[in-house]
């Protein structure tokens, strides 16, 4: 995912029933790790544009479990990085 990518407006979904949270795509994955782990494997995130998925031809608009804790490891490493 490119910087702008991860600048876009997301929303989070947890289908156990919380109010989803409409946010930028990194703040939707901070809140994914808060998630209790039985609630991130019914977590999903709907981006506002669709991005290439790896290994796929078309672009995707949803975000999977372990896509997302990909996602919040790689932001981990970066602002572990960073500070």
Request: glycine letters at 4%; proline letters at 6%; hydrophobic letters at 45%.
């Amino acid at each position: 995912m490119t910087p702008d990518t991860e600048n876009q407006l997301a929303t989070l979904i947890d289908l156990t029933g919380t109010v989803p949270l409409i946010a930028p795509l990194r703040e939707c994955v901070r809140h994914f790790t808060a998630l209790k782990i039985e609630h991130r494997a019914d977590a999903r995130i709907l981006l506002t544009q669709p991005v290439a998925r790896a290994g796929q031809k078309t672009r995707t608009w949803l975000l999977e479990p372990a896509e997302i804790a990909a996602l919040a490891a790689r932001f981990a490493d970066e602002e572990s990085l960073a500070g």
